[in-house]
């Protein structure tokens, strides 16, 4: 199983319809439509990216599949997601999905880096409710990839016992493959 299904098949059992839930960078919404299937119609999303053009292209894929979730477009960074989320729903969002990188066929120099990204991790853990989930996909084989991965996992391996911390990195592949960080709260 590739590993983007990894994540959206750990994601499937623990996100429920009616569910809250954050998609760090939405990018052109694959993973915005798959968290809209899993939060059904009484769900809630909060959508950001740093460039308009990925959030009108996302809108699109979730009208091109006739998607009814309510989802919160967001133009900004996630490193400000606190205030841009309802302070009601802080510590009931039930999983936030990073993808980390920079949006393919556009401007390679729009990637998120380690300077917003820890930040936003941070963000994150209180955002999030009790069995919740922190999803972070780190691609290495872009400029700068590789040490935010690596920023990414030190940080996490940082967390205290309130979290459980999964780190997959695929072993035996030619190319720089991404990796996942999946941090659990309990
Ligand atoms: C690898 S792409 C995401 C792909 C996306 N998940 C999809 O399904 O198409 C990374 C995205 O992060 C966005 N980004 C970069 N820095 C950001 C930041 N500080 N806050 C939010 N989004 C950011 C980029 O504009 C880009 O669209």
Do not use: M, N
């Given at each position: 199983m590739r590993l983007t299904e990894q994540v959206h098949h750990h994601l499937q059992k623990i996100i429920q319809h009616g569910d809250s839930v954050v998609d760090a960078t939405t990018g052109n919404g694959h993973d915005t439509l798959f968290l809209a299937e899993c939060v059904g119609k009484a769900g809630k999303i909060f959508a950001f990216d740093v460039q308009q053009q990925?959030?009108?292209s996302a809108q699109n894929h979730l009208r091109n599949h006739h998607i009814t979730t309510p989802v919160t477009w967001i133009h900004a960074g996630h490193e400000h997601m606190l205030k841009h989320i309802p302070q009601t729903l802080h510590?009931?969002?039930?999983?936030i999905t990073f993808n980390l990188g920079y949006l393919p066929h556009t401007d390679k120099n729009i990637t998120t880096c380690p300077s917003t990204t820890l930040p936003a991790l941070k963000a994150s853990l209180s955002l999030l409710k009790s069995g919740g989930t922190?999803?972070?996909?780190?691609?290495?084989?872009?400029?700068?990839?590789?040490?935010?991965?690596?920023?990414?996992?030190?940080?996490?391996?940082t967390l205290h016992s309130d979290f459980d911390i999964h780190i997959t990195v695929p072993q035996n592949t030619k190319f720089s493959p991404p990796e996942w960080i999946c941090i659990q709260k309990s």
């Open positions: 990925a959030l009108q510590g009931q969002i039930k999983a922190l999803s972070i996909l780190a691609y290495t084989g872009h400029d700068g990839g590789r040490d935010e991965a690596e920023s990414v996992k030190a940080w996490a391996e």
